[in-house]
């Protein structure tokens, strides 16, 4: 079976299950689990921040995110295509009770002006602007790698409003090894930022917050309330540690072959969509429905997903080979007839 629906699908490697096996516990509510601490510090580290906070996934990540910057009512700018606008299940109106300005833009990018244009001045009638979010790589938008650069001009007009950064970087470091600076470089001018360890990097469980010490001490009280302590979470911070030390440069092969597929699919005649800095992302639109061609695909084990009604989200991670993308392009084939 080629299983390209997500990177989250990824198995343990022998090695990462070692790790896990051998991982010093304590509880991680009392503060005392060695590896936890040790996984936070060394997130921290990465991300450029001064402390981070292991929680079990990354829509929990960007819930307690949005928590510790905001009050009832508060307004937060956000690409349409968000993941923490699309893929969270409202759970901003539940938790945070936030609300949310969308804007429209390529790659996930909003445009600066109407971004500036959008903020409305001080005023009773209007909610209190408080927060930009971001994404990157951007899902929806097949994987897109977003430079700093390229992010700069939004945060600039953020600032002049007084607005808090959060960065939704679930897969940061594929943004990294594709546009080739640290992780730290894309994290520098966000407030707070997610990361996901259970995508790419190929850990089993678990996300990480980072930001101000202050801010994760608030954000520590935010994941009790939403029963993210975990106890001795060693053993999954452990994977996590193998996963930072292991597998954040060989993201680089699963761009590799997600180029090569897309490549192999436009010869074929496919339409196929990249963005301007390509990751381990590719989307294929069709002209049936998306649907009967998952079916079919899976018939010829080779599990892809949807991303709309006529188009298909390939994903490659540690667990496809060179060989799976060639049963892939070949399954592709006999879909086009």
């Known amino acids: 079976m080629v299983d390209l629906r997500s990177d989250t699908v990824t198995k343990p490697t022998a090695a990462m299950r070692d790790a896990m096996f051998q991982a010093d516990v304590g509880d991680d509510v009392y503060g005392e689990d060695p590896t936890v601490n040790r996984l936070e510090e060394e997130t921290a580290r990465l991300l450029g921040k001064e402390a981070s906070l292991f929680v079990p996934s990354g829509t929990m990540a960007n819930q307690i995110a949005l928590l510790a910057h905001t009050e009832r009512g508060d307004e937060v700018f956000i690409h349409r295509d968000n993941h923490i606008y699309f893929y969270e299940g409202g759970g901003a109106a539940m938790w945070s009770q936030a609300t949310f300005t969308q804007l429209a833009g390529e790659e996930g990018l909003m445009d600066p002006e109407e971004l500036n244009d959008r903020i409305r001045p001080t005023n009773i009638h209007h909610p209190r602007p408080r927060l930009l979010a971001l994404e990157n790589t951007h899902n929806r938008a097949g994987g897109a790698a977003l430079s700093r650069e390229r992010i700069a001009p939004i945060i600039q007009v953020a600032r002049a409003h007084g607005l808090a950064v959060h960065l939704d970087g679930a897969r940061i470091a594929n943004a990294a090894v594709a546009l080739g600076v640290s992780i730290a470089v894309l994290a520098a001018d966000m407030d707070s930022v997610s990361m996901c360890l259970s995508k790419g ?137």
Do not use: C
């Open 201 to 337: 990097l190929g850990a089993p469980v678990g996300s990480v917050l980072a930001g101000p010490r202050g801010y994760i001490e608030r954000a520590r009280v935010y994941r009790k309330w939403l029963g993210g302590g975990m106890r001795q979470a060693g053993i999954l911070a452990a994977a996590g540690l193998y996963a930072l030390e292991h597998h954040i440069n060989r993201l680089q092969d699963d761009h590799r072959r997600a180029k090569r597929l897309a490549d192999a699919l436009r010869e074929q005649g496919f339409s196929v969509s990249l963005p301007s800095v390509p990751t381990n992302m590719v989307m294929v639109d069709l002209e049936q429905p998306a649907d009967l061609a998952i079916q079919f695909l899976a018939r010829q084990d080779i599990l892809v997903g949807a991303m709309g009604p006529k188009r298909l989200r390939l994903v490659t991670h540690l667990d496809v080979s060179d060989a799976d993308i060639d049963r892939t392009i070949a399954g592709f084939v006999q879909l086009k007839g």
